[in-house]
């Protein structure tokens, strides 16, 4: 049975990362991240949602240049079974995902939709956890930011998103969980570029239309992506490979300015600096600004850092947030 603070709650919040390597070790490995983690889980469980918004983001997947949304909100989704991912459709319920985009749009955003969206690991990485592996166990909608590619959006509109989605969830009287699905720092430009820095024309045919229209299936990309994460996650378990694109000083500044709460401090920092500072991956922190957003504006408690390390064996900073519990 819940407990009364559970009971209480208004909206939950909680942000972790998806690095495809989490779901390749054993928990030995990093035993502080899955504590904190698995009390993110149990406190999620404890809320009892009656829906989940996750903001997450494509990895070329299913989202190619050709046509790349900003924003989208899912109406139908399915997760393919990409690495790092949980394969399966998401039970997304179509009156609430529609009713949400429509108020988006009454507030200034010019959402994009899907009626067969599909996600990769930026999605069901998260919710692989937090719904025990059953993605379909809980009604989700997803929430799409791009962070890959770019132009990306601002964190000043990520946040304004993340503001306006909260605000249509409070007004649904709904218990609503948050998931920000991502970061922190980390280097994803050398497996999955730029459309001017591809290293050949077959990456670049593949990133913009995707399997089927050059000699790449998208068999053979998810394979390769695979292959190399492996290899990764192999050395750096050895100790054999220290990955150097971590900056715990950049995560350490985004994760207090974000606990602060006053989110509107990160309307200056620019995308160019995330990148220089933080790398490509690094820009994933839009979905953690826009879930702690939603979170506010929908009743949340405050955020709590709970955990952060720049030494794992991940490839990634990591840290682990949520909203704790407390009665109102």
Known sequence: MASTAAQNA????????????????????????????DASVAEFEAF?????????????????????????????AEAGDDCGGTPGKLNVPMDLSTGLAEALIDDGFDIATSYAMKVDHGFSNVLGFFLRGDIGARPVIPVHINSLSKPRPTL??????????GRWARSTGKRVAFL?????????????????TAPN??????????????????QQWHGDIESEMIKL???????????????????????????AGDLSAFD?????????????????????????AAGQQAGAQPLRVDYYSEDTTIAVGVGVAHSQLVAA
């Open 268 to 292: 200056s920092w620019t995308d160019k600096d995330i990148l220089e500072a933080a790398g490509y991956g690094g820009g994933e922190v839009r979905m953690w600004l826009a879930a702690v």
């Open 156 to 165: 000043k509109r990520c946040r304004q998103l993340g503001e306006a989605v």
């Open 48 to 76: 009892d949602p009656d829906v989940v918004i996750v903001f997450g983001g494509d990895h070329y997947s299913h989202i190619h240049l050709k046509l790349a949304p900003t924003f989208m909100v899912g109406h139908l």
């Open 10 to 37: 208004k909206a939950y919040v909680a942000c972790v990362p998806h690095v495809p390597i989490i779901s390749m070790q054993e928990r030995e490995q990093n035993p502080g991240l899955w504590q904190a983690y």
């Open 201 to 218: 024309e077959e990456v670049r045919t593949f990133i913009v239309h995707g399997g089927g229209a050059g000699p790449i299936s998208d």
């Open 233 to 259: 996650s192999a050395d750096l378990v050895s100790g054999e490979f220290k990955v150097p694109w971590i900056n715990k000083k950049w995560d350490e500044s985004f994760l207090k300015t974000l606990e």
């Open 180 to 196: 920000g699905s991502g970061g922190l720092s980390h280097e994803t430009a050398f497996i999955f570029p730029q459309y001017e």
